[in-house]
């Protein structure tokens, strides 16, 4: 499976868009980009996923570049019960998720 | 729908005793998988089953460890014996599709 370059943490203010970076150079054509996000003390929670094009769901919306070698995930507004670890995870549609250590993400008041 | 639900929440259990932890999927959902998040190893997929027949369980770690997949609606997780390097968050989650993965609460085992 692809590797992901992910920074360990980032701080974002409340009401603000949460925009979380990851790298994934090695991508191959049929693999996907998955984001997962950790809550303290809770099981990992799926985000949203994407091949190649932008996608968007109730919780985030996921943009990826036109060589695919990287993308964000974008939370629009964040709040306090945003503060988790997030996962970017480049696997294929039958691969298995391998989490790395993810992007510690705090949210400020 | 209650989602994943695992049981027990807390075990705590002293070297060499067995242990087993269980896990109900959401229904519908035909892929269960087990995983184990340490400190140390962060979290690891440990075996998932598809159809309730397992498909890859090269993350075991070792014979101490079995899962069991007896139904759609039941799975479980066995270690015996136990050791104390087995303490960690032990997951289980199920999917309707392959990767897009509804996790449980987890089941927090300290081995003493």
């Known amino acids: 499976d692809a590797k992901t370059t992910q920074p360990p943490s980032m701080d974002c203010a409340e009401g603000r868009a949460a925009n979380l970076p990851c790298n994934h150079s090695?991508?191959?054509?049929?693999?996907?980009v998955y984001w997962y996000r950790q809550i303290h003390s809770q099981g990992p929670q799926y985000i949203i996923h994407?091949?190649?094009n932008n996608e968007t769901n109730e919780m985030a919306s996921l943009i990826i570049t036109e060589d695919r070698k990287s993308s964000t995930l974008i939370l629009p507004h964040a709040t306090l019960r945003d503060t988790a670890v997030y996962y970017c995870?480049?696997?294929?549609?039958?691969?298995?998720?391998?989490f790395g250590k993810g992007t510690k993400l705090s949210v400020k008041p | 729908d209650a989602g994943v639900i695992q049981s027990p929440r807390h075990e705590v259990t002293e070297m060499g005793q067995e242990v087993t932890l269980r896990c109900k999927p959401i229904?519908?959902?035909?892929?269960l998988f087990w995983y184990r998040q340490t400190m140390m190893r962060g979290l690891e997929l440990l075996i998932y089953?598809?159809?309730?027949?397992?498909?890859?369980d090269s993350g075991m770690p070792e014979d101490r460890f079995s899962a069991k997949m007896p139904n759609a609606s039941f799975s479980t997780l066995k270690i015996q014996p136990s050791e104390p390097r087995d303490s960690a968050v032990y997951f289980c989650?199920?999917?309707?599709?392959?990767?897009?993965?509804?996790f449980g609460p987890g089941t927090r085992l300290t081995v003493l």
């Open positions: 995870i480049v696997t294929g549609s039958q691969g298995n998720l391998i």
């Open positions: 090695t991508i191959s054509g049929n693999e996907y």
């Open positions: 089953f598809n159809n309730n027949v397992p498909i890859d």
């Open positions: 229904s519908g959902h035909n892929s």
């Open positions: 994407g091949l190649k």
């Open positions: 989650a199920s999917s309707p599709v392959y990767n897009e993965q509804f």
